[in-house]
């Protein structure tokens, strides 16, 4: 256990800048090498973030926005709440669906969850 706790409180704050200052003053290792590398894991670790949620979470809403736009009149669509319809009407904001025979509602573009394929 107290193995355990040392390996722990190597990673103190105050270490990392003892380590630096260490390097800078005798050792082969500029100050501002070392002090790069010990933030060297966090920029991996935003890079690595950046490319496996942020990137494809923006190629999804591109392509929810192109989708959105090229609906029309007469398209089957899914809303996010799970209510299946054809689209009747198109306005700005607004599309007009048409949920059972002659009973038709008014819904955000944002809340339509795709287009049902045939």
Do not use: C
């Not at 670790?45 to 009149?73: A, C, D, G, W």
């Amino acid at each position: 256990m107290k193995t355990l706790l040392n390996f722990f409180n190597s990673f103190n704050v105050k270490n990392v800048y003892a380590a630096a200052n260490a390097g800078a003053s005798g050792g082969s290792a500029s100050g501002w090498q070392t002090e790069f590398w010990s933030f060297a894991p966090l920029i991996a670790i935003i890079v690595i973030f950046y490319l496996l949620v942020i990137m494809p979470q923006q190629k999804r809403t591109k392509e929810h926005k192109n989708m959105i736009e090229s609906l029309k009149t007469g398209d089957e669509v899914i809303t996010t709440g799970g209510v299946y319809g054809t689209i009747t009407g198109v306005a700005d904001k607004v599309f007009t669906l048409e949920i059972a025979k002659d009973v038709k509602i008014k819904i955000n573009r944002t809340m339509i969850a795709g287009k049902v394929s045939k």
